[in-house]
């Protein structure tokens, strides 16, 4: 829908000012004549795969609510959030279940919607996903106005408040419906629907070509001089075709006046069709940011070195930025001003930067003989219990560590002191402890 007008004491909308929006929402065409949506997107491989391992790793880190304790912090088991959250955010999902699907729907459609259900106290005690598919946004006097099509056809107008609306790249774009900078996120299938289409492309040509007994054109000759009917041409063509299939494939065949079967060569296009698929495949782990080998793609140049700085990166520019912005997304619209100067959500990315046994291990020795990690945070970053008692808390101070600026000079023992010491506090009680 196009932007909301106000007309009188009325609203209504305009789309005819916005032709462009028009044709991509219900066209959604590509230069290599395929329709590219939400929907047929995710059944290219490439792009499931790219939406699976995105949108589980998400699901699976620890999502925490934390309470501010001078310049540290506890977790927040007490608050009303924590379990909604951590647990179930509704009566038919787990949390895992809830934020994949979120993510997928980032992903896919660049907008993810949550329907707040809250108490008369504003207490928000359900989280309820919404398909997208069936969202529009307009725009009611600066403010966004979401209209929302149930299962059932029935229509509903929320208010920002009772929307919890996480946008993926909020910028104003033909796909966007001409709506102001910051109230719809971009669509990365919409973004890139031309590498997609080709993919789709190739899948439906690849089809094709094994519906077709994946065999190439055949071609039928006959001796100079022989003429067919038109209605022999026909039941020949028929014939061939019915020989084609893949359930008639060891079938007979029969020919007459002296008819000779052969098979058209493959092009030198044709036989180039897989690499383009592989060149698909590339092209779309680069536009959700996943490496390649993740989704079952590896290179020939993948050391074990390599794939694992991949598996860090990954970590680093693909799965920390959308950690960042559910984020601050959670901070902003699901706890009230009060509860933000007290609370924060948080994701535990720790178990995904970890890396192999000998270097975490190394990392812990180096942390616990510096002094700037306890025992027990060594062992809650291994999911281990902690050591009863004060022991697993004590911080070690290196002997040789002073200020900044400071000279030490350590204390010089003078070997013959001590044994006179000793020889004194004999002489006194009469040689007793001697």
Known sequence: ????????????????????????????????????????????????ACVKVVSETIASLPLMLYKRKGNGKDVAQDHYLYPLLHDAPNDFMTSFEWREGLMAHQLLRGNSYNLKVQKASGKIVELRPLNPANMEIVVDEGQPVYLYKHEDGKEEKYTSDKIWHVKNLPISSAYSGGLPEGIKGLSPISAAKESIGIAIAADDYSGRYFQNNASVGMALKYPAGVKLSDNAKEYLKDSLAEYGKAENKFKSIVLENGGELTKVGMSNEDSQFIESRQFSVEEIARIFRVPPVM??????????????QLFLSFANYTIAPWCKRLEQSMNRYLLTDKERKEYFFEFNMAGLLRGDLAGRYQAYAVARQWGFMSVNEIRSLENWNPIEGEAGDIYLQPMNMVEAGTEYEPKQLNPTDEPKAELEKAEETGGEDA
């Open 1 to 48: 829908m196009g932007i909301l007008h106000r007309v009188g004491s009325f609203l209504t909308r305009s789309g005819v000012n916005n032709p462009i929006y028009w044709i991509t929402k219900h066209f959604g065409g590509s230069a290599a004549g395929v329709n590219v949506t939400a929907d047929n997107a995710i059944k290219v491989s490439a792009v499931y």
């Open 295 to 308: 989704i079952g793609h590896p290179t020939n140049t993948m050391t074990y070195a390599s794939a694992e």
